[in-house]
């Protein structure tokens, strides 16, 4: 329902392009190799929106996969990880570390994929390569949503009842799943790049 919503509102680039295929209209081979990758980027978007929004059966006490988990989940595959590390290690740090409003768990998310993609494995190792990755997601992130931090993109204080209330009423399946939808497109850039 929502996850419609969300796909229907969102502008998309390849919507302002033209067709490039050929004289019958079917794609040539590089435009269905583009348009193939295109829809896995889309079936990760929504995986994750998936992750993110479904409530839990004893929902209040169990609660959606957040961000950090959520964006995790759906790069998984593209990690290579085969182990329940993921979701685990976004779980104290999605929701702005815990709910207090720090860092988003879109921009935690991807700098976890990139530090198991393309992270150190001995100190004397650069970690540059895996920074300048971060670097430009994080330019990337304030970009377009101007903050990185949970509070100031929500204004909601999600450490109260009344704030938690707001922001699943208002905000966690509107503009949190557009940040989602950021997290996992610019992911899968980075990681396939």
Not at 157 to 184: S, W
Request: charged share 30%; with cysteine; proline share 5%.
């Amino acid at each position: 329902m929502f996850a419609r919503y969300l796909r229907e509102s969102e502008k998309k680039e390849h919507d302002s392009e033209p067709h490039q295929g050929t004289k019958f209209g079917f794609p040539n081979a590089k435009e269905g190799k583009k348009l193939s990758e295109q829809k896995r980027v889309e079936d990760s978007q929504e995986k994750a929106v998936r992750y993110f929004c479904d409530r839990p059966s004893n929902f209040p006490t169990g609660r959606p996969f957040n961000c950090c988990e959520s964006v995790l989940l759906a790069l998984k595959d593209y990690l290579g990880v085969e182990s329940d590390f993921i979701p685990k290690i976004g779980t104290g740090i999605g929701a702005g570390v815990s709910l207090n409003g720090l860092l988003c768990g879109c921009i935690s998310s991807v700098a976890i994929a990139i530090g198991i993609k393309y992270g150190r494995t001995n100190p004397e190792e650069s970690p540059q390569p895996a920074w300048s990755k971060v670097d430009k997601y994080v330019a990337e992130f304030k970009d377009r949503f101007v903050y990185v931090n949970c509070g100031q993109l929500t204004s909601l204080d999600l450490k109260t009842k009344e704030g938690l209330k707001e922001y699943y009423t208002r905000v966690h399946d509107y503009a949190c799943a557009g940040r989602i939808r950021f997290a996992v497109k610019k992911g899968l850039e980075i990681l396939q790049g």
